[in-house]
């Protein structure tokens, strides 16, 4: 089951990424330097999540399907609201100089970059305690996170978006997470 739910995860922040890319454009413009500006704050987000999930997972270590599932349910909630404050945002500080709007796009994502990266160490850890194997677990998920995320891209870029525009991929990747959230949550309350 945790495979499916991380694949799902995986899927879900591409969905986002394609989604508030696009919509960022509208900040930043259509050019090398806001592709990598946008591109760096959600890895640097990714990282420091990282750290922070590591650190969750050390400390709360009976808990971490729990945190797995509140990590989800943090980024579908942002991601509900997330296309309406970008274009509030994006009508206040559009023409703002590219350092600026680099740092607000930052303080803005870094929420639901931070949860999204923090879920690899979670499950990462939970599944070396049952398998006994950090390679295996390790590989795993992040082949199988990797596999939903190219998904995700593919399938948001190619095909979803076409369909339901930049609205229906937030919306898509909403609605996965928080049925991730609550499966997660239901399986930590059977396993009670």
Same mark, same amino acid.
């Given at each position: 089951m945790s495979a499916?739910? &991380? =694949?799902?995860?995986g899927f879900a922040a591409l969905l986002y990424q394609v989604a508030w890319q696009r919509a960022l454009f509208g900040w930043f413009g259509v050019d090398l330097d806001s592709v990598s500006a946008i591109v760096s704050v959600f890895m640097l987000g990714l990282?420091?999540?990282?750290m922070i999930?590591?650190?969750?997972?050390d400390r709360f270590h009976y808990r971490r399907i729990l945190i797995f599932s509140l990590i989800e349910l943090t980024i579908g909630a942002f991601? &509900? =609201?997330s296309l309406g404050i970008i274009d509030d945002i994006g009508d206040l500080i559009a023409a703002d100089a590219l350092p600026r709007l680099v740092a607000i796009t930052f303080i803005f994502f870094i929420v639901p970059t931070?949860?999204?990266g923090a879920t690899l160490p979670v499950l990462v850890t939970e599944l070396v305690d049952l398998t006994h194997n950090l390679g295996f677990s390790t590989g795993a998920l992040y082949f199988i996170n990797t596999l939903?995320?190219?998904t995700g891209t593919l399938a948001g870029g190619l095909v979803l978006l076409s369909f339901y525009g930049l609205n229906g991929l937030v919306t898509i990747a909403t609605i996965l997470n928080f049925l991730i959230a609550v499966v997660a949550y239901l399986s930590v309350r059977r396993a009670l």
């Open positions: 499916a739910l &991380f =694949f799902a995860s990282g420091i999540g990282a999930g590591g650190w969750l997972a991601g &509900f =609201f931070c949860a999204m939903g995320a190219a």
